[in-house]
């Protein structure tokens, strides 16, 4: 069974302050990993798909990695704007989405 | 931007009664899904559909559900008979392929 944890549970950062939101995974035959935002009352908005270990991708103050335990979401100067839940999912050899329990980030200013 | 549109944003009914949460996926879109998200729980998947039939479904997803593609561009999920623990968000989500998902902003469920 797949499983994804992710840690902390909730972050609480300045403005400015750069941090890291982690993303553990154990799942046979991994065929994607995918990050999404999600804000109070919404459904999760896209941000990334990582493919293979070592792959990044980037999106204005996020870059998320992949190696082949975790993935790990980094911001860089985040602002308020940047305060929601950020969701990790794995895609196995089927179609649907394992979420893990996400992590609450609250951005002061 | 294309968007997955669902329709009503919040649904409050009796234990017991039946309810029909609607969804529009993306025109060009070949699979769609429900997902749902207890108050304060994980996103969990229900229901994959492909092909005019379902393709994967969880546990969750018992005879009390049913999920039906009525015309080209509509897709619903029937919950039989409410229970208080159907209570929850749910999400429509469809994409091309395996990658992309897009998901709409979730239809509120409440049962009293």
């Known amino acids: 069974e797949d499983q994804v944890t992710q840690s902390p549970e909730a972050l609480r950062l300045q403005e400015g302050e750069s941090s890291s939101l982690n993303c553990s995974y154990t799942v046979s035959g991994l065929r994607g990993l995918f990050w999404y935002r999600q804000d109070p009352g919404k459904g999760p908005e896209f941000l990334f798909t990582l493919y293979s270990a070592g792959e990044e991708k980037e999106k204005e103050r996020l870059k998320a990695t992949l190696t082949k335990k975790e993935s790990f979401l980094h911001i860089t100067a985040p602002k308020p704007e940047d305060s929601a839940t950020y969701l990790c999912a794995v895609v196995d050899a089927g179609n649907m989405l394992t979420f893990g329990g996400g992590t609450r980030l609250m951005v002061k200013p | 931007e294309p968007e997955v549109t669902q329709t009503p944003s919040h649904q409050v009914t009796q234990m017991g009664q039946e309810v029909i949460l609607h969804c529009v996926p993306i025109s060009n879109h070949l699979y769609f899904y429900w997902y749902r998200q207890i108050l304060g729980q994980k996103v969990e998947f229900l229901v994959s559909?492909?092909?005019?039939?379902?393709?994967?479904k969880s546990e969750i997803f018992d005879d009390q559900f049913s999920v039906e593609r009525p015309d080209g561009s509509n897709f619903t999920l029937k919950i039989r008979s409410t229970k208080l623990e159907d209570s929850a968000m749910y999400f429509c989500?469809?994409?091309?392929?395996?990658?992309?998902?897009?998901f709409g902003s979730g239809t509120r469920l409440t049962v009293v």
């Open positions: 559909f492909y092909n005019n039939e379902i393709s994967e």
């Open positions: 989500a469809s994409s091309e392929q395996f990658y992309g998902y897009t």
